[in-house]
């Protein structure tokens, strides 16, 4: 069964760096997105990505952080200058379209020291 | 704003012991339904959904769920528990293609 894969696996970065998580979503799908779930916390939604531009955002998605999709196949999540609160496990989903069900990746756990 | 209660934030049963966690969403239109698993050091499964149809959806490893609409519940069903089920459980719901909305999630601890 397809699957979507992330990369790294985990990250650990000194506060104030940038960091870039990977996601390769299933090859089919159109509609991207991107959750966070702070340790303890449930799993909560920053952006999703569809026709190359961003179709919903959360307000945890601010200014620090943007999505690119630069090759077709790989749909990236940048955080330009990490803090604390930024550790969390981050997930990438995929999904082919509606009434089809999201596919979550194995997910990033960001470590910000 | 649109939100998903769960019940029970931790749940510990004996092995064979039946179990149900509750789940109520706040949304008043159509709905897709979910229940996602995470297993210990494992990522999000999806254990079963809801679309359209019979309300008594099936899912992986003896799980059901119920959607009651007059209630904007779904709630997760197994007659049966075992060691193995011992996860995260997490109710969510989406509106199409957008995101999906997830509960705090129930943590069950399955007793040998």
């Known amino acids: 069964e397809p699957e979507v894969t992330q990369t790294p696996s985990h990250q650990v970065t000194q506060m104030g760096q940038e960091v870039i998580l990977r996601c390769v979503p299933i090859s089919n799908h159109l509609y991207f997105y991107w959750y966070r779930q702070i340790l303890g916390q449930k799993v909560e939604f920053l952006v999703s990505f569809y026709n190359n531009e961003i179709s919903e955002k959360s307000e945890i998605f601010d200014d620090q952080f943007s999505v690119e999709r630069p090759d077709g196949s790989n749909f990236t999540l940048k955080i330009r200058s990490t803090k604390l609160e930024d550790s969390a496990m981050y997930f990438c989903?995929?999904?082919?379209?509606?009434?089809?069900?999201?596919?979550f990746g194995p997910g990033t756990r960001l470590l910000v020291l | 704003a649109q939100s998903v209660s769960q019940h029970n934030h931790h749940v510990i049963l004996s092995e064979a012991a039946s179990l149900e966690l509750g789940c109520n969403y706040s949304?008043?239109?159509?709905?897709?339904l979910f229940w996602y698993v995470q297993y210990p050091g494992q990522h999000l499964q999806l254990l079963l959904k809801y679309f359209s149809g019979d309300p008594l959806v099936k899912g992986i490893k003896g799980f059901e769920a119920e959607f009651i609409k007059s209630k904007f519940s779904f709630n997760l069903r197994k007659p049966s528990v075992q060691w193995s089920d011992t996860a995260e459980y997490f109710c969510a719901f989406s509106r199409g293609y957008q995101k999906v909305t997830f509960g705090i999630g129930t943590k069950l601890q399955v007793i040998p």
């Open positions: 989903a995929s999904l082919l379209g509606q009434g089809q069900t999201q596919y």
């Open positions: 949304y008043g239109g159509t709905v897709n």
